[in-house]
């Protein structure tokens, strides 16, 4: 690998101003595929979910999946696009070994759903919109295993084995028109929209849009301009960036890339790039001399999808609320800054809140327990918040025995602690542990007694007026009673037998 | 016995075996008897399914015993065109790249044929990808027309015709994307019937042109064509051009032919060079029978159908250099120079180099290229206008007859070897099939005598709207009588022994 020359992020953007266009393809989570009756379930043995049609057999012919169709226009109506009244597949001809009929059923120049927009709020709170060209409806293709080589290309590979199962599995292709305007936030922007898009797919319910499951994956097309000028320059297009955190970089990169390029007087090359994970850089693919003839022509097979208005309009009012809004309406009812709100959304803990909020807790403790002790449980562990062997009305139970007196903060931990290791239910933790708030008056005004004898000289200096100086006392009773006490309730004690006001 | 066995009809032969007179297996036994007999000479068939042949048979003959209700065509053998897959039977749509394969399926007519009981004989010859005129095109071998076997039997669907003219089947399947079930019929002698696009289902029926290939009945009588037609249209569901509503009263309008009244088109385009002058004579004469039968007969103008020909010249490979390409040496039928040291780039390449012929190869390029960035609009982008105006065509004609006529192709039989080198003069035999395939509308061809210069059979093509394929049949049927009643006896009645 050649070391390519950057130049700073910061370089960049004070001579050039980036343009993207971002291709977001989306699985579909149909039962099953988009033209033919085969389970799109994942993880079954190679090529045991495939059928003459996916296969390309010789006289086998397709049939369009309705739900495919109905998750092709919900995503077009969340994305504020037209919906066509009347439009048709079309044939991408082209070779590949994991394609059966070696040509893949596509959409062309009549996509279902075509200029939209989607507004995506940067972690500042600022709105930005980045308009939609179109959403098409096409097949998947089959998964190619390259064996024998080092990296699992195909360069050096002694064979190939494939795997037709995901062949065919509807998939919808989301194109940006170009991203003007956005200059240094560009990488920003780009995760920001992908971010949102992905959040999109899954409150509709079609996909579950899990890009580490290839259930959604981004290119990345970008070009610099002199700050200033109108005129695109020529772009890179890199090819399978499949992390939120991937986009941002391969953006940021192809900035500093294409800087570094055009500012030492060379050209860009209009080409695929592939994105590294390990260290966020691009490699030039193949080059693209001219443009692929794809040969697109109408199919044949299947007849025009025509959807008619009642329909659309019927699938417009069954559109659930827009996650950017939903979203801004929590973080307004929570009465949360939009970073609080936007760690909330990171670590994936919104609908636990949500869900912890609707099983009774107040909003507060619910965003205290899941970004605090649970947040960090999940972090040491290295899982999803929402993989936590803990429930929302679990969480919510916990919340409401601390709002009642009935634990501090410090056995609820406990508690917490107890849920997870599998030992039932919070109050049945709480039963089998012991962990109960001393709340025997007796017994705590003997431990309190003893505390005031055994720390004479704090005792006097409360006395004298010196209130803060009751927290020693309280961590005094507190040690005595394993923890297990109120700590307001001693603390009023405390007050009250020196005679002090609180 | 045989004899008499195998010149019997469709409807003659079901009527027998449902009366107890003949089994199913006697039945099919003489037609595999007559197979043996002729075929080595014909070569109407790729594969014969004896043994398939006569299980099916058998069990007719069963089901029979049992007192069960059969089918209208339950016991009549049937040679099906090798474009339809059969499960477990090899399927090679006449070509080398599909040697070999077993299809683990049938297409949705294959099942309706098992369904009704119809004992499938074997699976016929035809030009690679049904890309041809004559059945010369094919990877196995030409076929010889019964009438005299140094001409060809009409293509692509040659094997089909040929075996119903050689008595070795008294039903067979074609398929017509541009002629390929009519001109077979024609020059043999024999009935054939394209039906409206979207009638019977291509599901399984390995594709040519996916917009114009069609299904469709062939026999010996417009009857046994009615029959069967019945029994192979209908909706289905895997096909979504399939068109979903009743079929139309095809059998019973077999039944009641009649002409008296009816207005009949004869177009002006179909006529002039390149008409054999026997074609001609006979194609008037069929003309003037149908006056005297009580038709009307009106003059219609089609100017478009002047291009029909050079339009299905860029849709049919367009749609063919498309359809053609899953054929890769990966997943099934042949594979060529796979020996370990090259890709899989250069084993397809070689497998197609070595499994299609010329005409395919043709064809594929043509399509490729028609289909081009830059010169899609110029090509397959004015194609489509034409065959719109073609549609219109017909529409207005429609608005003036209720069917029109013409010769099917525009000259008898042509040898063997005759026009193999002149892909401009095969195409023409298509000349007056081709415009109903781009309008989707239905046709049919039957028998209207022998040209006086060769002896040999032509075709009289009857033309009716989409959906109204009854009136093909009920026309058919009154001019097959009115002429049988002429010669005093079926056409093919002439033709010489084998």
């Not at chain 1, 007087?265 to 443009?291: C, L, M, N, P, Y």
């Not at chain 1, 899941?370 to 009305?393: F, H, K, Q, S, V």
């Not at chain 1, 017994?443 to 200096?461: S, T, W, Y």
């Amino acid at each position: 690998m050649t070391v390519t020359e950057l130049v700073s992020y910061e370089d960049a953007l004070a001579s050039y101003d980036p343009v993207m266009g971002l291709e977001v393809h989306v699985e579909l989570g149909t039962k099953t595929k988009m033209f033919c009756g085969c389970s799109t379930e994942l993880g079954a043995d190679p090529n045991s979910q495939t059928c003459p049609t996916c296969l390309g057999m010789p006289g086998a012919l397709p049939v369009v999946n309705a739900v495919g169709v109905e998750s092709a226009i919900k995503i077009g109506l969340a994305l504020n696009c037209e919906i066509a009244e009347w439009c048709r597949f079309a044939r991408k001809n082209y070779f590949y070994p994991d394609m059966p009929k070696n040509f893949q059923t596509s959409q062309y120049d009549e996509p279902i759903a075509f200029n939209g927009y989607l507004d995506v709020q940067l972690e500042d709170g600022e709105v930005f919109r980045v308009e939609i060209e179109r959403a098409h409806m096409e097949e998947d293709t089959g998964k190619s295993t390259h064996v024998g080589g080092a990296t699992g290309r195909i360069h050096g590979a002694s064979h190939s084995l494939l795997d037709y199962n995901r062949a065919g599995i509807p998939l919808i292709e989301i194109v940006t028109k170009p991203i003007e305007g956005a200059g240094e936030r560009a990488p920003e922007v780009a995760k920001a929209y992908v971010a949102e898009l992905r959040e999109l797919i899954k409150a509709l319910g079609v996909s579950e849009a899990r890009m580490e499951m290839g259930q959604m994956r981004c290119d990345v097309n970008l070009s610099l301009r002199p700050n200033g000028t109108e005129k695109f320059g020529t772009r890179s297009e890199t090819k399978n960036v499949n992390s939120l955190r991937s986009v941002e970089r391969a953006v940021r990169y192809e900035v500093m890339r294409h800087a570094a390029v055009l500012s030492s007087g060379g050209t860009i090359v209009q080409e695929t790039r592939h994105f590294h994970e390990e260290d966020g850089s691009t490699t030039a693919g193949r080059i693209k001399e001219e443009a692929e003839d794809y040969r697109y022509f109408p199919e044949p097979d299947l007849v025009p999808v025509a959807p008619s208005r009642e329909w659309v309009e019927e699938l417009r009012g069954t559109l659930p609320e827009l996650p950017r809004v939903r979203r801004n309406r929590l973080r307004e009812e929570w009465g949360i800054s939009e970073h609080d709100m936007q760690s909330i959304l990171n670590a994936g803990a919104v609908d636990l809140i949500v869900a912890t909020v609707e099983a009774g807790a107040d909003s507060a403790a619910a965003r205290k327990w899941w970004m605090g002790e649970l947040a960090r449980r999940a972090n040491e562990g290295g899982t999803e918040l929402a993989a936590m062997p803990i429930t929302p009305a679990q969480v919510a139970r916990v919340a409401a025995l601390v709002a009642d007196g009935s634990l501090n903060d410090k056995l609820a931990r406990q508690v917490i602690e107890g849920v997870l290791a599998g030992e039932g239910d919070p109050d049945a933790v709480v039963e089998k542990r012991g962990l109960k708030v001393v709340s025997d008056e007796g017994a705590l005004g003997a431990a309190v007694d003893e505390a005031i004898a055994a720390n004479a000289a704090i005792a006097d200096k409360i006395r004298g007026g010196k209130v803060a100086a009751a927290g020693a006392l309280v961590g005094a009773v507190m040690k005595t009673t394993r923890g297990q006490a109120d700590a307001a309730r001693v603390r009023e004690l405390i007050l009250q037998k020196l005679g002090v006001e609180g | 016995m045989t004899t008499e066995l195998i010149k019997l009809t469709a409807a003659e032969i079901a009527e027998k075996i449902a009366a107890g007179e003949l089994t199913a297996v006697e039945v099919t036994e003489a037609h595999l008897a007559r197979i043996e007999a002729v075929d080595e000479k014909v070569h109407a068939f790729l594969h014969v399914d004896r043994e398939g042949a006569l299980k099916q048979a058998r069990a007719v003959d069963e089901k029979r015993a049992r007192g069960e209700k059969l089918g209208p065509l339950a016991g009549v053998p049937l040679a099906l065109k090798d474009i339809f897959t059969t499960e477990g039977i090899p399927t090679t749509v006449g070509s080398k790249i599909l040697e070999g394969w077993i299809p683990p399926y049938d297409a949705t007519l294959t099942k309706r044929l098992k369904d009704a009981d119809v004992v499938i004989l074997g699976k016929t010859n035809m030009d690679e990808f049904a890309m041809g005129s004559s059945t010369e095109n094919s990877a196995y071998g030409p076929t010889g027309n019964p009438w005299d076997l140094t001409k060809i039997p009409g293509g692509s669907g040659g094997g089909s015709s040929a075996a119903l003219a050689s008595y070795e089947a008294p039903l067979a399947i074609g398929t017509d994307t541009g002629g390929s079930i009519r001109q077979p019929a024609a020059v043999t002698g024999t009935v054939g019937v394209k039906p409206t696009y979207g009638a019977v289902s291509r599901y399984g029926m390995v594709a040519f042109s996916s917009s114009l290939d069609q299904g469709g009945p062939c026999a010996r009588t417009v009857l046994d064509a009615a029959l069967l037609h019945e029994v192979i249209a209908g909706h289905d569901p895997l096909d979504s051009t399939s068109i979903d509503a009743p079929v139309p009263p095809v059998v019973e309008a077999a039944r009641n032919g009649s002409v008296e009244g009816m207005r009949v088109g004869v177009v002006k385009q179909f006529r002039g060079e390149g008409y054999q002058a026997g074609v001609l004579q006979r194609f008037d004469e069929s003309v003037e029978l149908l006056r005297e039968l009580g038709a009307e007969i009106v003059e219609v103008d089609c100017p478009s159908f002047d291009l029909a020909l050079a339009a299905y010249y860029l849709i049919a490979p367009s749609e063919c250099s498309s359809n053609l390409a899953r054929f890769d040496g990966l997943r099934y039928g042949l594979r060529a120079g796979d020996d370990g040291t090259r890709s899989a780039e250069d084993v397809t390449a070689l497998t197609r180099e070595a499994g299609f012929g010329p005409e395919v190869k043709r064809r594929v390029m043509l399509g490729t290229y028609a289909l081009s960035s830059g010169y899609y609009d110029a090509y397959y982008g004015s194609a489509q206008k034409v065959r719109t105006l073609i549609t219109r065509d017909f529409e207005k004609a429609f608005e003036q007859v209720d069917v029109m006529v013409s010769p099917t192709t525009p000259t008898t039989a042509f040898a063997i070897g005759e026009r193999a080198d002149d892909p401009m003069a095969m195409y023409l035999a298509d000349l007056c099939t081709i415009p109903t395939n781009l309008a989707g509308n239905a046709a049919m061809s039957l028998p209207c005598g022998l040209a006086p210069e060769d002896g040999l059979p032509v075709g009289l093509q009857i033309i009716a709207p989409a959906m109204k394929d009854d009136r093909l049949y009920k026309v058919g049927a009154a001019v097959e009588a009115a002429f049988t009643a002429r010669w005093g006896h079926p056409l093919l009645e002439e033709a010489p022994a084998l």
